[in-house]
């Protein structure tokens, strides 16, 4: 689990979070989209954590998609703070849209995996 590039992408973009959040906090002094990106930013990798010790594997995939969910939203809060000019590193939502396709390739591998498993639950 610890060598699963999904969770060594998400801890590193959370990391990444982190710093641009604390940044343009200091040199913006912009706090409000800031709060929101850092709870969703590190969220993700919190719910892709909490995914490898779900109850099955609906539960697993129940916490990849809510993981999901925290990136889209990372990513909405991020293309906010670059089109309104508080951030003009673009990399960061670079990483993030990378961390989106792992996770909707490892939720389309569970799924799949599961229906070769239990073909009737299609």
């Not at 992408?9 to 959040?21: D, H, M, N, P, R």
């Not at 010790?53 to 609906?58: D, K, Q, S, T």
């Not at 508080?86 to 792992?102: F, N, P, R, S, T």
Request: proline share 2%; glycine share 4%; net charge positive.
């Amino acid at each position: 689990m610890a060598d699963s590039p999904l969770i060594i992408k998400s801890k590193e973009f959370a990391l990444l979070i982190i710093k641009v959040c604390n940044h343009i906090k200091q040199t913006k002094r912009e706090s409000v989209l800031t709060n929101q990106l850092i709870r969703s930013g590190t969220s993700i990798g919190a719910n892709i954590r909490e995914a490898f010790y779900g109850h099955g594997r609906a539960d697993f995939i129940a916490k990849l998609q809510i993981a999901l969910k925290e990136c889209s939203e990372s990513e909405y809060w991020l293309e906010l703070l670059i089109e309104s000019g508080y951030y003009e590193d673009k990399g960061v939502l670079d990483k993030c849209i990378e961390v989106k396709k792992l996770l909707i390739a490892s939720i389309n591998t569970a799924k799949e995996n599961a229906k070769q498993i239990n073909p009737t639950n299609s």
